[in-house]
């Protein structure tokens, strides 16, 4: 038996619960995988509240790292003992489970399980933001809204270490003292003249706009875009921001939104072996994950949603 972490109705943290599971074989064009380490993502909060609805009861959690136990029929691309990762696969949050081999890419020998946990789903998301929802450029002047955010710190970073300019915002003093070193420009976006701020550093407004806040802060976004510029809205962790389409298209600012694995169609492999060479040659800085074990995942949700901790979240059996 194993363990699993269900929940038979949508809510808060404490509708997630541990269970043993027997699992069965892989069918055909699957493996039975067991994790060794399971990337919590805020996603994962999403499924269990309900706001994107799974069957119930469901299992939450879209992103791991372990090994093949067991190939299903037909299955040739994978052998057993190969350690492999996944993202956007939902139903991480069990010791062992079934996957397609299509989801599954391979780990680097100097990558551990729990590394690639740590940052494939974050990792290919920045790489997203910054090669799909907006191409940045050297020489780029870009502000992150929620620099402090897993995902946004990343994206700060890779965006200098690619020769962007950039200006990072964060919602408290201690989160500002965290990113200092990650931009160029630390901004607290709670301040009543943030708005002037940014203006005050880029007057002609900067060239694109990475929103991970939404609507908290979309409205300076509007503002310290450039005309012509990009916002690029890839999270919201305030709500969905209040937009204008009308305003930002007469001074041709384009918006751009939606899921990122549209900005992977084709380029999976390649742009996961960005993910790992940036992590290697260090462009993500100091980036290690607070380990939970598995039976406490409803813990790491309860921290979540108390914002008691600053970093990626990482679930071991």
């Keep these: 038996m194993t363990t699993t972490i269900r929940f038979h109705q949508y809510g808060g943290p404490e509708v997630l619960i541990p269970e043993d599971e027997l699992v069965g074989r892989p069918q055909a064009g699957q493996v039975r995988l067991r994790h060794d380490a399971i990337g919590v993502n ?35 691309d994978v052998q057993v003992g190969d350690r492999v990762a996944y993202f956007l696969s939902p139903g991480s949050y069990a010791e062992v489970r079934l996957i397609n081999t299509a989801d599954l890419v391979a780990i680097p020998q100097d990558v551990t399980s729990l590394e690639a946990a740590t940052i494939l789903t974050k990792g290919l998301t920045a790489w997203a933001a910054l090669n799909g929802f907006y191409k940045l450029r050297a020489g780029d002047t870009v502000l992150v809204q929620g620099a402090s955010s897993n995902v946004g710190l990343l994206v700060a970073r890779w965006a200098r270490a690619l020769g962007a300019r950039v200006i990072g915002t964060t919602g408290s003093q201690d989160k500002l003292a965290a990113i200092r070193s990650s931009v160029d420009y630390p901004l607290l976006s709670t301040d009543p003249s943030f708005a002037e701020q940014i203006r005050e550093l880029v007057p002609e407004g900067v060239d694109a706009v990475y929103e991970f806040v939404g609507k ?26 209040e937009v204008d389409p009308t305003a930002l298209s007469k001074r041709d600012v384009r918006v751009v939104g939606g899921p990122m694995a549209q900005h992977l169609q084709g380029r999976v492999l390649s742009a996961t072996d960005d993910v790992f060479a940036a992590y290697r040659a260090g462009t993500f800085g100091s980036y290690r994950a607070m380990v939970y074990r598995l039976k406490d995942a409803a813990v790491a949700h309860a921290d979540i949603a108390a914002r008691r901790k600053f970093g990626p979240m990482v679930l071991v059996p």
């Design 42 to 76: 805020f996603i994962d909060t999403a499924f269990r509240q309900g706001i994107f609805p799974m069957p119930l009861p469901g299992v939450t959690g879209v992103e791991g790292a372990g090994v093949v136990e067991e190939i299903g029929p037909g299955v040739d």
């Design 216 to 241: 908290a802060t979309f409205a300076v976004s509007a503002a310290s875009v450039r005309d012509g510029g990009t916002i690029a809205t890839i999270g919201a962790a305030s709500g969905a921001p």
